[in-house]
């Protein structure tokens, strides 16, 4: 685990659950673009995130310059009310879109650094990041870094049959097609689907046991 002032009160197997269930890349999940959720409901709203501006933080839309709705699980919802209980949340104050901007977004982030701002996504690799696959003993390299955990998060949810459509919709990417050949090499092959499909025609139903 990284230094505890590498950023404000993260515990890392929270801080990365939640990333991983809600699929956010590394701008948004470390700059906690997640600004409410609801978990009798199940959801999680993106509303907005952290963005770098001609090497200036601002706050702005999420891809696409559009806000969406990821399913929020139960699991995971509780790790997120548990984190917030422990520590307080902390309103910063950035330019809306444009460092020069005259509109200022005042917005209570859940994770910042040390002195209480914004999360700097050029900071936080070599010091927390890179610093957490140290301390378990990951090699870093591009295949280890913050964006493996949108690959888990698409890995997971195609392997458990989401369609390619909500998946897009929930990562915040303008067309499916891209999302395809994105993350087509992660998907079950169809072999195996077509053999699962009749296997479970076919198995002996438990009434007739």
């Known amino acids: 685990m990284p230094a505890r002032g590498s950023t404000r009160g993260i515990r890392w197997g929270r801080w990365s659950t939640s990333v991983r269930a809600?699929?956010?890349?590394?701008?948004?999940?470390?700059a906690s673009a997640i600004t409410t959720w609801t978990l009798p409901a199940g959801w999680l709203h993106i509303q907005r995130q952290v963005k770098r501006v001609r090497s200036q933080l601002v706050f702005g839309l999420p891809n696409?310059?559009?806000?969406r709705r990821v399913p929020l699980p139960h699991s995971v919802g509780a790790v997120l009310l548990a984190y917030t209980g422990e520590f307080a949340t902390v309103s910063v104050t950035l330019p809306w879109e444009d460092p020069d901007s005259d509109e200022l977004v005042r917005v209570p982030l859940v994770f910042t650094t040390p002195r209480r701002n914004a999360i700097n996504r050029s900071d936080f690799n070599p010091k927390s990041w890179h610093q957490a696959l140290t301390a378990v003993g990951i090699v870093r390299s591009r295949a280890t870094g913050m964006h493996a955990l949108r690959c888990f998060y698409a890995s997971a949810l195609l392997d458990a049959g989401e369609s390619i459509?909500?998946?897009?919709?929930?990562?915040?990417?303008?067309d499916p097609g891209f999302t395809l050949r994105i993350y087509t090499d992660l998907m079950p092959s169809s072999e195996d689907r077509t053999r699962k499909a009749i296997d479970d025609l076919f198995a002996p139903s438990t009434a007739a046991a």
């Open 22 to 30: 809600a699929g956010c890349a590394r701008a948004r999940s470390s």
């Open 64 to 67: 696409n310059d559009k806000d």
């Open 165 to 174: 459509r909500a998946l897009s919709t929930y990562l915040g990417h303008a």
